[in-house]
């Protein structure tokens, strides 16, 4: 796992945690402070694993390396975390949360962790703000071998629906770069264990259901996508009857002790 964090996968130079964003730096240096922003990942994912005793539920397939937008519903600040840490670490390290960039830049701390750790796409929520268009760097970070997870709620779900409707963004990706598989992840109960305004979580335990990959259909319409794919989400739900029969119990120590042997 330290192998993969410090040399990469398929992702490009500039867009690994840490190289692009200190060019002066010599490779030993560089290298280092990799090897530092993976230690803070890994104690990130440690604690969360410690609190919610997270698993990773894989019903219909277990995890593959194929390149994948993970799309899920959106509770709690923790969610993408907690998605990640269900990954195996060969995964882990090449998928690249979609993350707001006026919550992540306000704090050197926020800072380091979203850009060098987990190494997150830093999208601007403010229109008048931003310099790039969000859907052009989703899909610069696909097109540099990167797997992305991404929340197409838009921002977290605190009304007591189970979804709220999906925003555009997933659409204009799936049709930007139609070979790449989306799979729809129900994470389940982190809005219990990280409510909103908690700076403290309470101990619950958590799941992270990961359904069957879909694409975009020919001649679908954005609007039959955008249903679909939210139904998806919603079908992994615990009220919604799944596959359990022959539900893959996938555990985040599983997959240590995988990468580990490998």
């Given at each position: 796992?330290?192998?993969?964090?410090?040399?990469?996968?398929?992702?490009?130079?500039?867009?690994?945690?840490?190289?692009?964003?200190?060019?002066?730096?010599?490779?030993?240096?560089?290298?280092?402070?990799?090897?530092?922003?993976?230690?803070?990942?890994?104690?990130?994912?440690?604690?969360?694993?410690?609190?919610?005793?997270?698993?990773?539920?894989?019903?219909?397939?277990?995890?593959?390396?194929?390149?994948?937008?993970?799309?899920?519903?959106?509770?709690?600040?923790?969610?993408?975390?907690?998605?990640?840490?269900?990954?195996?670490?060969?995964?882990?390290?090449?998928?690249?949360?979609?993350?707001?960039?006026?919550?992540?830049?306000?704090?050197?701390?926020?800072?380091?962790?979203?850009?060098?750790?987990?190494?997150?796409?830093?999208?601007?929520?403010?229109?008048?703000?931003?310099?790039?268009?969000?859907?052009?760097?989703?899909?610069?970070?696909?097109?540099?071998?990167?797997?992305?997870?991404?929340?197409?709620?838009?921002?977290?779900?605190?009304?007591?629906?189970?979804?709220?409707?999906?925003?555009?963004?997933?659409?204009?990706?799936?049709?930007?770069?139609?070979?790449?598989?989306?799979?729809?992840?129900?994470?389940?109960?982190?809005?219990?264990?990280?409510?909103?305004?908690?700076?403290?979580?309470?101990?619950?335990?958590?799941?992270?259901?990961?359904?069957?990959?879909?694409?975009?259909?020919?001649?679908?319409?954005?609007?039959?996508?955008?249903?679909?794919?939210?139904?998806?989400?919603?079908a992994l739900s615990p009220t919604n009857?799944?596959?359990?029969?022959?539900?893959?119990?996938?555990?985040?120590?599983?997959?240590?002790?995988?990468?580990?042997?490998?």
């Amino acid at each position: 796992e330290i192998a993969s964090c410090l040399v990469g996968s398929e992702m490009c130079i500039r867009d690994r945690p840490i190289i692009g964003q200190y060019p002066h730096r010599g490779t030993r240096e560089i290298t280092y402070m990799r090897l530092i922003a993976f230690l803070v990942g890994y104690l990130i994912i440690g604690f969360a694993r410690f609190i919610t005793a997270v698993r990773g539920l894989w019903p219909y397939q277990p995890p593959t390396d194929t390149q994948t937008i993970y799309f899920a519903n959106h509770t709690s600040n923790g969610d993408f975390i907690l998605l990640w840490a269900t990954l195996p670490p060969r995964l882990r390290w090449k998928t690249r949360p979609v993350a707001a960039a006026d919550y992540w830049l306000t704090s050197r701390i926020r800072t380091y962790i979203g850009r060098s750790v987990i190494n997150a796409v830093l999208i601007d929520r403010r229109p008048e703000a931003r310099d790039q268009d969000p859907v052009d760097q989703m899909v610069k970070a696909l097109d540099c071998g990167a797997s992305l997870i991404i929340f197409p709620e838009g921002k977290r779900n605190d009304t007591g629906t189970p979804l709220l409707p999906f925003k555009t963004g997933i659409f204009h990706m799936a049709s930007k770069r139609p070979n790449i598989r989306l799979v729809p992840v129900w994470i389940e109960n982190l809005n219990r264990a990280l409510p909103r305004g908690e700076y403290i979580p309470v101990p619950y335990i958590c799941t992270v259901t990961f359904g069957a990959p879909i694409h975009l259909q020919t001649s679908e319409t954005k609007t039959q996508f955008l249903t679909r794919a939210q139904d998806a989400v919603l079908a992994l739900s615990p009220t919604n009857a799944g596959p359990t029969n022959a539900c893959l119990l996938y555990t985040s120590d599983a997959a240590d002790e995988e990468d580990s042997v490998d």
